[in-house]
């Protein structure tokens, strides 16, 4: 079955760290996106992708970095400048620039202890 | 750019009873439109999209909702909830000239009560 796929599912950081979260798509689609998730805030864009090795900021870059090496990948680093970091964060693919449907991956629960 | 609204953060409703998800957005100017459902610790589910054409747009699971052009709103309706709907539901809107770019709301959640 074609989807997206983030991995892992729950991860745990130290304060100071930088952590990669993983985001994998079979789906053959061009646009890729990262979406952070906090509690009565809805999803607000971090970074995206519309082809390999080409990124654009989101409305929330800041603390974060991204590559996207092949068509396939993007994952997502959280960097230690990122003053609050725990939040949900999901993955997201559009076939094309047409925005017609964005698919989303189960996300990735970040807590920093 | 484009702002979604969800005024309602949560919505509890009893099993059986119908149930309407307000949504309003900020332009009506060449907009896609969805609504998504998350149910706790998952990535969104589309429950619907209007592209074009018919303003009455259908669902899984029984759920429908209607563009309105003049008011800018896309409010969500089943008119008879399960249980199992409870989740939460984000609108979201693209605008088509702004490549990439989709708004979301901040959420209602929809708790059903047996």
């Known amino acids: 079955d074609g989807g997206i796929t983030q991995s892992p599912k729950y991860l745990f950081r130290k304060e100071g760290q930088n952590v990669t979260l993983s985001c994998e798509q079979n789906?053959?689609?061009?646009?890729m996106y990262w979406y952070r998730q906090d509690p009565g805030q809805g999803l607000r864009l971090i970074y995206y992708s519309q082809i390999v090795n080409d990124f654009q900021k989101g409305d929330i870059a800041e603390g974060y970095s991204v590559s996207r090496e092949k068509k396939e990948s993007f994952p997502l680093t959280v960097t230690s400048a990122q003053k609050n970091p725990t939040a949900f964060y999901l993955c997201?693919?559009?076939?094309?620039?047409?925005?017609?449907?964005?698919?989303f991956g189960q996300g990735t629960r970040l807590t920093v202890v | 750019a484009q702002s979604v609204t969800q005024l309602d953060s949560q919505v509890p409703v009893f099993e059986e009873a119908p149930v309407e998800l307000r949504c309003n957005y900020s332009?009506?100017?060449?907009?896609?439109l969805f609504w998504y459902v998350q149910y706790p610790n998952q990535g969104l589910q589309l429950l619907l999209k209007y592209l074009s054409g018919s303003t009455l747009v259908k669902g899984i699971n029984g759920f429908e909702a209607e563009f309105n052009k003049s008011q800018t709103s896309f409010h969500l309706r089943k008119p008879s909830v399960h249980i199992s709907d409870t989740a939460e539901y984000f609108c979201a809107v693209s605008d088509r000239y702004n490549f990439n770019k989709f708004y979301f709301g901040s959420g209602t959640k929809l708790n059903v009560k047996p």
């Open positions: 332009s009506s100017v060449s907009v896609y």
């Open positions: 789906l053959n689609h061009d646009a």
């Open positions: 997201a693919s559009t076939l094309d620039r047409a925005n017609t449907e964005a698919f």
